[in-house]
């Protein structure tokens, strides 16, 4: 099974002005992933999203499916890689999940920290940037990272 990821950072503006639960608070794409991170190490997988998880780690977000309020533009991406049916491991997560996690938490032997395979100096870095960057306009509940692997 491949572990090629594909994916996309989100944001829903306008819960910071009308509330998460308004009509017209809904997700807009902010960036594709593969504009910002340019590797599939399988460390830093495992680390965040649980996938090829030999290394121990306690994923950040396994497998929580694709978002049921996810933006158009997503799921126009998502079917064109074949939705659920040609994809694995589609996940998400929030910028107040990654900024509240514990960075020095090691994997299994306690020989990798997540730092060290998917912090902020790693690929993972540019990544991190524009989500914190996004939350501090629109709130961190309010930016995600919707991944899937084909």
Do not use: K
């Not at 030999?54 to 890689?81: I, K, N, V």
């Not at 991190?128 to 709130?139: D, K, N, P």
């Not at 309010?142 to 084909?150: A, G």
């Amino acid at each position: 099974m491949s572990t090629d990821v594909s994916g996309m950072i989100e944001c829903q503006p306008g819960a910071r002005l009308w509330g998460p639960d308004d009509e017209d608070s809904v997700w807009e794409v902010g960036i594709d992933l593969c504009l910002l991170n340019r590797g599939n190490a399988y460390d830093g997988l495992a680390c965040l999203f649980g996938i090829r998880n030999s290394y121990g780690f306690r994923p950040l977000a396994e497998d929580r499916g694709f978002p049921d309020d996810a933006s158009d533009e997503l799921r126009a991406e998502f079917a064109g890689y074949g939705g659920p049916d040609d994809v694995h491991g589609t996940t998400w997560l929030t910028w107040a999940e990654l900024d509240a996690a514990d960075w020095q938490e090691t994997n299994a032997s306690g020989t990798r920290t997540r730092a060290s395979v998917a912090g902020t100096d790693t690929d993972w870095g540019r990544v991190w940037s524009v989500m914190r960057l996004l939350s501090e306009i629109h709130g961190a509940e309010n930016v995600r990272l919707v991944v899937w692997f084909y």
